[in-house]
């Protein structure tokens, strides 16, 4: 179909059986046009192919269509609702630019892309789902969507605006990005200080943020099954939540939680997912604090190390708290990793402030992806995959066990074989 005839008024329009492909500029600008039937057989829509429909409400894009084209929809500014089928593989740049009253839409699980200004300032859309397989999504994808609150986005992206990742999300003050543990978007997240929740925490409705409150009132909340996961909070504990714009218990607030610690646990969640749990009757006021930062910086970029003294395959993540100095007490602090860690020892270290490495503690990641170490102050510190060598306080590293096994060993042979020959020569006194 090359156009639809100039001039007419029609507010619906009904595509010709036998018409297979939508081509460019079709509907440019039918601004009385509120609803459109494509028919089965149609296998593209061309580039501008709706462009400043202004009227279009709803469109549902049949089976078989392989490919959207650029702005192909551009300046819809009534449409609410579009269907697109699992046959699309292919949605172009700016497709859906503007489209400022869509509420919701469905990428299929064929697309590997979502281009450029793809859903720019659709200032209705609430929440989007990114599908396993797509590996980029292009700048000013979502920029001024103002009503985004949650974006879900699989591990399988590597490529976030590219040079750019902070024009994508540009203008989404409400967003809150859902992800993989340790994955591209969490490091996008920490980059351009967007709130992040590991997938698990995505909510049944994900136009909701995580905490309409965040912390002024600790809130109870007793696990029937405490062991289950060793990254849940303890039965009977005060669980203050803390969103990454909310990051800092005020004097008050802490004193409050210190004569609630008499009696239980206490566990601070961050948005990003670290927790802190403090043990039960163990925390004090910390002199000279009038308030508690707990917010932190989490990186997985490599090149931000001071002196890395490990290789870049041996670096897990880079984490700097806001707190500096003791905390209340020792705490058991719960850090995200990722599940492709799971199973597997990890090491924690403190950079002090001359650039030398501090050895703090090592675990086993559980299966959930999460690190859990025990400290008592705050600073910066990396997670690497083995003890390093020569840093204060390491254990030692496998090739120095082996040495002092066989140095063990071989001690353990001498001394036999002096017993052996003190043997010998008694018998032959006799």
């Known amino acids: 179909m090359v156009r639809w005839p100039e001039g007419k008024?029609?507010?619906?329009?009904?595509?010709?059986?036998?018409?297979?492909?939508?081509?460019?500029?079709?509907?440019?600008?039918?601004?009385?046009?509120?609803?459109?039937?494509?028919?089965?057989?149609?296998?593209?829509?061309?580039?501008?192919?709706?462009?400043?429909?202004?009227?279009?409400?709803?469109?549902?894009?049949?089976?078989?269509?392989?490919?959207?084209?650029?702005?192909?929809?551009?300046?819809?500014?009534?449409l609410k609702s579009v269907t697109i089928p699992k046959s699309v593989t292919s949605i172009g740049f700016g497709a859906f630019w503007n489209c400022s009253s869509l509420?919701?839409?469905?990428?299929?699980?064929g697309v590997t892309s979502v281009e450029g200004s793809t859903f720019r300032d659709c200032s209705s859309l609430t929440s989007i789902t990114i599908p396993e397989g797509v590996t980029e999504i292009g700048q000013f994808a979502f920029a001024d969507c103002s009503g985004l609150r949650s974006i879900v986005i699989p591990e399988s992206v590597t490529n976030i605006g590219e040079?750019?990742?902070?024009?994508?999300?540009?203008g989404c003050a409400q967003l809150t990005i859902y992800a993989p543990v340790g994955s591209y978007a969490q490091k996008v997240a920490a980059d351009n200080d967007i709130p992040f929740q590991p997938l698990e925490n995505l909510p049944q409705d994900p136009a909701q943020t995580p905490?309409?409150?965040?912390?002024?009132?600790?809130?109870?909340?007793?696990?029937?099954?405490?062991?289950?996961?060793?990254s849940q909070s303890p039965a009977d504990s005060q669980v203050i939540s803390l969103t990454a714009?909310?990051?800092?218990?005020?004097?008050?607030?802490?004193?409050?939680?210190?004569?609630?610690?008499?009696?239980?646990?206490?566990?601070?969640?961050?948005?990003?997912?670290?927790?802190?749990?403090?043990?039960k009757g163990?925390?004090?006021a910390v002199d000279g604090k009038n308030s508690y930062d707990f917010g932190a910086k989490v990186s997985s970029d490599y090149s931000g190390l001071k002196n890395p003294p490990i290789a870049k395959d041996e670096f897990v993540q880079a984490i700097s708290y806001n707190y500096s100095g003791n905390l209340p007490a020792e705490a058991s602090i719960s850090i995200p990793v990722g599940t492709k860690w799971a199973g597997k020892k990890l090491y924690y270290y403190e950079v002090t402030a001359n650039g030398t490495y501090k050895y703090v503690d090592s675990d086993t990641v559980d299966k959930d992806g999460v690190l859990t170490v025990q400290q008592s102050h705050c600073s910066d510190y990396v997670i690497t995959t083995k003890a390093l060598a020569g840093a204060a306080g390491s254990p030692a590293t496998g090739d120095t066990?082996?040495?002092?096994?066989?140095?063990?060993?071989?001690?353990?042979?001498?001394?036999?074989?002096?017993?052996?020959?003190?043997?010998?020569?008694?018998?032959?006194?006799r």
């Open 9 to 78: 008024q029609e507010s619906v329009a009904t595509i010709p059986e036998g018409v297979t492909s939508i081509g460019k500029e079709a509907f440019d600008n039918c601004s009385s046009l509120e609803s459109v039937t494509i028919p089965e057989g149609v296998t593209s829509i061309g580039d501008h192919a709706f462009v400043y429909c202004s009227g279009l409400t709803s469109v549902t894009i049949p089976e078989g269509v392989t490919s959207i084209g650029e702005e192909a929809f551009d300046g819809c500014s009534s």
């Open 103 to 109: 509420t919701s839409v469905i990428i299929p699980e």
């Open 163 to 170: 040079a750019a990742s902070e024009t994508v999300f540009d």
């Open 211 to 230: 905490s309409e409150n965040p912390s002024q009132t600790p809130e109870q909340k007793p696990s029937e099954n405490p062991s289950e996961t060793p």
């Open 245 to 279: 714009e909310q990051t800092t218990v005020s004097k008050a607030e802490m004193d409050n939680l210190i004569a609630e610690n008499k009696d239980s646990a206490v566990v601070i969640k961050l948005a990003d997912g670290i927790r802190f749990t403090f043990a």
């Open 282 to 284: 163990t925390m004090k």
């Open 401 to 429: 066990g082996a040495a002092v096994l066989w140095t063990a060993v071989l001690l353990l042979a001498a001394g036999t074989l002096c017993a052996a020959v003190r043997k010998s020569r008694m018998s032959g006194v």
